[in-house]
Protein backbone atom coordinates (compact mmCIF):
# COMPACT_ATOMS: atom_id res chain seq x y z
CA UNK A 1 0.00 0.00 0.00
CA UNK A 2 1.51 3.32 -0.92
CA UNK A 3 -0.23 6.54 0.49
CA UNK A 4 0.39 9.93 -0.61
CA UNK A 5 -1.16 12.80 1.35
CA UNK A 6 -1.76 16.65 0.07
CA UNK A 7 -3.46 19.76 0.19
CA UNK A 8 -1.56 21.49 3.57
CA UNK A 9 -0.18 25.12 3.11
CA UNK A 10 -0.97 28.05 5.10
CA UNK A 11 -4.05 29.86 6.58
CA UNK A 12 -5.30 32.15 9.12
CA UNK A 13 -6.97 31.24 12.22
CA UNK A 14 -10.84 30.34 11.37
CA UNK A 15 -9.87 29.61 8.09
CA UNK A 16 -10.02 26.26 6.17
CA UNK A 17 -8.23 23.49 4.64
CA UNK A 18 -9.07 19.96 3.08
CA UNK A 19 -5.94 16.99 2.95
CA UNK A 20 -6.58 14.20 0.44
CA UNK A 21 -4.58 11.24 0.51
CA UNK A 22 -5.01 8.70 -2.21
CA UNK A 23 -3.83 5.12 -1.47
CA UNK A 24 -2.48 2.85 -4.37
CA UNK A 25 -1.56 -0.90 -3.97
CA UNK A 26 -3.17 -3.70 -2.24
CA UNK A 27 -6.43 -1.39 -0.87
CA UNK A 28 -8.74 -4.36 -0.28
CA UNK A 29 -6.86 -5.03 2.76
CA UNK A 30 -6.80 -1.64 4.29
CA UNK A 31 -9.49 -1.93 7.32
CA UNK A 32 -9.10 1.72 8.63
CA UNK A 33 -7.61 4.92 7.50
CA UNK A 34 -6.45 7.34 9.68
CA UNK A 35 -4.92 11.53 9.89
CA UNK A 36 -2.35 11.83 13.00
CA UNK A 37 -0.85 15.01 13.23
CA UNK A 38 3.01 16.12 14.81
CA UNK A 39 3.50 19.84 15.91
CA UNK A 40 7.23 20.62 16.50
CA UNK A 41 8.83 19.11 19.71
CA UNK A 42 5.27 17.23 20.28
CA UNK A 43 4.43 13.48 19.95
CA UNK A 44 2.17 12.56 16.75
CA UNK A 45 -1.38 11.97 17.64
CA UNK A 46 -4.28 11.10 16.32
CA UNK A 47 -6.48 12.83 14.57
CA UNK A 48 -9.88 11.34 13.43
CA UNK A 49 -10.32 7.86 12.01
CA UNK A 50 -12.75 5.88 9.69
CA UNK A 51 -13.39 2.04 9.26
CA UNK A 52 -14.06 0.77 5.69
CA UNK A 53 -17.58 0.91 6.96
CA UNK A 54 -17.72 4.24 7.35
CA UNK A 55 -17.53 4.90 11.02
CA UNK A 56 -15.69 7.92 12.64
CA UNK A 57 -13.65 8.86 15.64
CA UNK A 58 -12.27 11.95 16.51
CA UNK A 59 -9.85 13.64 19.10
CA UNK A 60 -11.62 15.55 21.58
CA UNK A 61 -9.35 18.95 20.47
CA UNK A 62 -10.73 18.22 16.66
CA UNK A 63 -14.34 17.55 17.56
CA UNK A 64 -16.93 20.23 15.72
CA UNK A 65 -14.05 21.27 13.62
CA UNK A 66 -12.93 18.47 11.32
CA UNK A 67 -14.68 16.11 9.34
CA UNK A 68 -12.82 12.56 7.69
CA UNK A 69 -15.00 11.22 4.82
CA UNK A 70 -13.65 8.79 2.00
CA UNK A 71 -14.34 8.43 -1.09
CA UNK A 72 -14.12 4.63 -1.93
CA UNK A 73 -14.03 4.95 -6.29
CA UNK A 74 -11.20 7.29 -5.72
CA UNK A 75 -9.40 5.23 -3.16
CA UNK A 76 -9.42 8.49 -1.06
CA UNK A 77 -9.19 9.46 2.42
CA UNK A 78 -10.45 13.19 2.93
CA UNK A 79 -9.71 15.61 6.01
CA UNK A 80 -12.09 18.91 5.76
CA UNK A 81 -10.44 20.71 8.91
CA UNK A 82 -12.65 24.05 9.57
CA UNK A 83 -12.25 26.86 12.08
CA UNK A 84 -8.24 26.21 12.39
CA UNK A 85 -6.84 27.61 15.40
CA UNK A 86 -2.86 28.25 15.68
CA UNK A 87 -2.68 25.00 17.57
CA UNK A 88 -3.82 23.01 15.13
CA UNK A 89 -0.13 23.85 13.02
CA UNK A 90 1.28 20.72 12.56
CA UNK A 91 2.67 18.24 10.00
CA UNK A 92 -0.05 15.79 9.21
CA UNK A 93 -0.04 12.38 8.45
CA UNK A 94 -2.86 9.32 6.72
CA UNK A 95 -1.86 6.37 7.76
CA UNK A 96 -3.44 2.87 6.52
CA UNK A 97 -4.08 0.06 8.90
CA UNK A 98 -4.41 -3.17 7.02
CA UNK A 99 -4.67 -6.73 7.37
CA UNK A 100 -1.35 -7.61 7.99
CA UNK A 101 0.82 -4.24 8.61
CA UNK A 102 0.12 -0.51 9.03
CA UNK A 103 1.84 1.99 6.17
CA UNK A 104 2.08 5.89 6.75
CA UNK A 105 2.04 8.38 3.93
CA UNK A 106 4.49 11.09 4.01
CA UNK A 107 3.04 14.46 6.08
CA UNK A 108 1.68 17.36 5.05
CA UNK A 109 2.18 20.79 6.64
CA UNK A 110 -0.48 22.63 8.03
CA UNK A 111 0.61 26.30 9.19
CA UNK A 112 -2.11 28.88 11.02
CA UNK A 113 -1.34 31.78 11.47
CA UNK A 114 -2.89 34.09 14.32
Known amino acids: VQLQAFGGGLVQAGGSLRLSCAAS????????MAWYRQASGKQRELVAT???????NYADSVKARFTISRDNAKNTVYLQMNSLKPEDTAVYYCKAMATLYDYWGQGTLVTVSS
Open 25 to 32: GSIASINV
Open 50 to 56: ITSGGST
